[in-house]
């Protein structure tokens, strides 16, 4: 497993939130050739994912790990490196009409789902009628009573009353969108999804799944790699440890590079160490992960990476 050079500086992540955001502090690494990915971030949690399923993800961690596959329809994304401007995300363009109670997004063209199926308007109406149909959904989604697809690029969502904050509520790692392969029905009228390996459009895909941890690898398909938005990394190893002494003793070891969950006197006891630091009081890594942005919910992976990497 790589891991950054000697006791390099850390980050903790609280499980409060993981909605604020932070980016690492110093000059950022030079960047390699373009679209390269390499390294391993280890991310150390209370236990692993119970449902990946990103409209049913319970707890933070839940949700970033979901996060990671799955991508909700807004949001902006940036390079890793430092290097260049933020990126919408599956929805290039949100507009409202009708006093906002009316919403039209256009979708990114040429996006594909990691079963290799197309992200289109009729992809997407699978979703937003799942999200009518269960509970969840209706908690995230107030007031949506109908949806169509004018055309293949576009999709129209109407609320039996103005809805001023969709843009927030598409952010929510929570809506990520799935491939109708993946759900049954695919309709998606009242639909569960019924595989998570290669149902999402997201930087990384499911590797692998055992009591011992999770491994996410970079999806090489990925549509950000023609932006040159990553993933900077090779994988994401998400490592179960129970104990929040457990979680901060992999921290100093440079065993993981983010903790989750780590209540306040873990937070306090990470704070006297020179070596670890805190972001916000909610995401913390070690100093050599780079380019984490999370301006709400789970965040996105793709834009880290590592400064250093030395041998194990």
């Known amino acids: 497993m790589p891991r950054t050079g000697a006791r390099a500086l850390a980050a903790l992540v609280a499980a409060a939130s993981l909605a604020a955001g932070c980016g690492g502090t110093g000059e950022p690494a030079a960047a390699p050739a373009a679209g390269a990915s390499r390294g391993t971030l280890v991310i150390a949690v209370p236990r692993l994912a119970g449902e990946l399923d990103p409209l049913l993800a319970a707890s933070p961690w839940d949700a970033l790990v979901a996060r990671q596959a799955f991508e909700p329809l807004v949001e902006r994304l940036w390079p890793p490196y430092g290097q260049g401007a933020p990126e919408p995300g599956l929805a290039r363009r949100l507009s409202a009409a009708r006093g906002q109670a009316e919403w039209r997004l256009r979708l990114r063209p040429g996006v594909r789902f990691q079963d290799g199926s197309l992200l289109s308007a009729g992809a997407v109406l699978a979703n937003v009628r799942r999200?009518?149909?269960?509970?969840?959904?209706?908690?995230?989604?107030?007031?949506?009573?109908?949806?169509?697809?004018?055309?293949?690029?576009?999709?129209?969502?109407?609320?039996?009353?103005?809805?001023?904050?969709?843009?927030?509520?598409?952010?929510?790692?929570?809506?990520?969108?799935?491939?109708p392969r993946a759900l049954s029905p695919r309709s998606g009228e009242a639909a569960r999804l019924v595989r998570a390996e290669n149902a999402g459009t997201g930087p990384f895909e499911l590797r692998e799944r055992s009591a011992s941890g999770l491994v996410l690898a970079a999806n090489a398909g990925w549509w950000g790699r023609r932006e040159r938005l990553g993933p900077a990394l090779d994988q994401i190893q998400v490592r179960p440890a129970p104990s929040p002494r457990e979680r901060l003793a992999l921290l100093r070891s440079g065993e993981a590079q983010v903790a989750v969950g780590l209540p306040p006197g873990a937070l306090r006891d990470a704070l006297r160490d020179p070596l670890l630091t805190t972001a916000r009081g909610a995401i913390a890594l070690e100093r050599s992960v780079r380019g984490l942005h999370a301006p709400s919910g789970a965040p996105s992976l793709a834009s880290v990476w590592l400064t250093r990497i030395g041998a194990g």
């Open 131 to 179: 999200w009518q149909t269960t509970a969840a959904g209706q908690r995230l989604l107030p007031g949506l009573v109908a949806a169509d697809a004018p055309r293949p690029d576009v999709v129209r969502l109407f609320f039996s009353r103005p809805q001023p904050a969709l843009p927030r509520l598409l952010a929510s790692p929570r809506l990520g969108v799935v491939s």
